[in-house]
């Protein structure tokens, strides 16, 4: 895979963080099934572990009310893992608290699929 390669995944991707703060690509449940690996899973800040059904349940109860914030990220960094498979690392800056992000992400199909993701608060 070439620079210009990962440079173009990287570009897709960058839209589409911070994960599920991006109302433009799905807020329904079937929308976010399709974008999540059916064993996705995060870690949250609190180091707590969330499965796929919590954090949609979580999602859809969110996306009633309006993004609070635009939820700006920077440093954004990606690595090749396996064919189709990606790591992206990234910082996002919330109101409050600072956090460092991993988003592993799959293309599958011509789309991506999150498969796991985790938020660890900046000391």
């Not at 433009?24 to 449940?29: H, V």
């Not at 949250?44 to 969330?50: C, D, E, M, P, V």
């Not at 910082?91 to 938020?119: A, C, M, N, Y």
Request: charged share 30%; with cysteine; net charge negative.
């Amino acid at each position: 895979m070439s620079d210009f390669d990962l440079e173009n995944i990287l570009g897709e991707l960058l839209q589409r963080e911070p994960i599920f703060h991006r109302r433009a690509f799905g807020t329904s449940r079937d929308e976010l099934e399709a974008m999540t690996a059916e064993d996705f899973f995060e870690i949250g800040a609190s180091g707590r572990i969330y499965r796929r059904d919590f954090v949609i349940a979580n999602l859809l109860e969110r996306y009633k009310q309006p993004e609070r914030h635009d939820w700006p990220c920077r440093d954004f960094s990606i690595r090749r893992l396996a064919e189709n498979l990606y790591l992206l690392n990234y910082t996002l800056d919330e109101p409050g608290r600072t956090t460092l992000r991993t988003t592993i992400w799959q293309s599958s199909g011509g789309s991506w699929k999150i498969v796991f993701h985790q938020g660890t608060i900046a000391g």
